[in-house]
């Protein structure tokens, strides 16, 4: 329990520092300052690896599974590239909504920063709630590893031209039906109050929906690395680390997202694996190493070649000019 309350203590310490330091005055989040943040957070959360070692090595903390320090650690880093890369998707949809409300750049980190608390709320029940299901239930497993798959081949065959239109979500449309909202953007207040009216702003809205729709992706990020760990401890650190660095990730890549259009194939391919793992479970046992292994180089892979695509795209459009 005291491992718990110094995580969490750390966690919101940090963002207390966050906004109330490091971004005290609204301003526009450069792709260098992103970017140095971005490796910031990466570093962290390879170095927390070496805590993880320390903590179950000392038996600081429960461990269910009996796990090794070093099978701990690899799970840990195993399920933090997990999330980092299911993220990606959570990237492109941030984007959109901040574009669909028209939120200016400079109050972007603002509505990213009360997301993020909400994130972690979330993303505990649900962690905590899944860790119960299978440990108490283990036919869920493959409830979850069939549902991976699903969602990799609706991603595979789903029509690129449907696009997600915030003003025309179910959020937003219920939103609209329980409180006034303004389109009025009153610098970073959530809030506006007209003729003694209180309207939410389009930044409260932007939230929202982001909330929402976190809550969406992590219906399949959670029992994504559920397949790796049922360890609660290593499932929510690995969470909230990819989530802490998902705001320096989306100011570092939002200029540059169309060049990663090809990071979806990695995403299936991911999916598809940890779906496979949790439904073989009992048939084949894969070293910590396997995995790992295959989602780095599935990321790695689509990295490179999106931006192999992407290079020959511009030099075709040059051409054609």
């Known amino acids: 329990m005291i491992v718990w309350i110094s995580f969490l203590a750390a966690v919101l310490l940090f963002l207390a520092l966050d906004l109330g330091v490091f971004n005290k005055t609204p301003h526009i989040i450069s792709s260098k300052e992103a970017g140095k943040w971005t490796a910031v957070w990466v570093t962290l ?4 690896s070496g805590v993880i070692y320390w903590l179950y090595g000392n038996h600081y903390i429960s461990n269910p599974d ?34 669909a409300f028209r939120i200016p ?3 972007q980190h603002r509505v990213l920063f ?24 283990s036919w869920t497993t493959y409830l979850f590893g069939a549902f991976l798959i699903y969602t ?26 329980v409180m006034p909202i303004s389109n009025h953007i009153d610098h970073e207040h959530f809030f506006v109050k007209r003729r003694h009216i209180t309207a939410a702003t389009p930044l409260f809205v932007a939230l929202v929906v982001i909330e929402v729709m976190d809550v969406v992706f992590a219906i399949d990020s959670v029992p994504a690395i559920l397949a790796i760990t049922n360890d609660p401890f290593l499932v929510f650190s690995s969470n909230i680390f990819a989530i802490l660095g998902l705001r320096s990730m989306y ?39 396997v995995s790992l292994a295959f989602i780095a180089i599935s990321l790695l892979t689509g990295i490179m070649v999106s931006l192999k695509m992407s290079k020959e795209e511009e030099k075709e ?5």
């Open 152 to 177: 990799a081949m609706k991603m595979l065959f789903t029509n690129e031209d449907e696009k997600f239109e915030p003003k025309k979500s179910f959020v937003y449309k219920s939103l609209k039906k």
């Open 105 to 107: 750049q400079k109050y």
């Open 251 to 289: 100011f570092f890549l939002a200029n540059m997202l169309e060049k990663f259009a090809h990071l979806e194939y990695s995403l299936i391919a991911i999916l598809t694996f940890v779906g496979l793992k949790m439904l073989l479970h009992d048939f084949i046992e894969m070293p910590e190493w």
């Open 45 to 48: 959360s390879f170095l927390f």
């Open 114 to 137: 009360w997301g993020i608390l909400g994130a972690i709320v979330f993303r505990g029940l649900m962690i905590y709630f899944g860790v119960l299901l299978i440990n108490k239930f």
């Open 317 to 321: 459009a040059e051409e054609n000019n």
């Open 66 to 99: 009996g796990l090794k320090p070093v099978a701990a650690s690899i799970k840990f880093i195993t399920g933090y590239l997990i999330e980092l890369s299911l993220s990606i998707d959570n990237i492109f949809v941030i984007a959109i909504i901040f574009s």
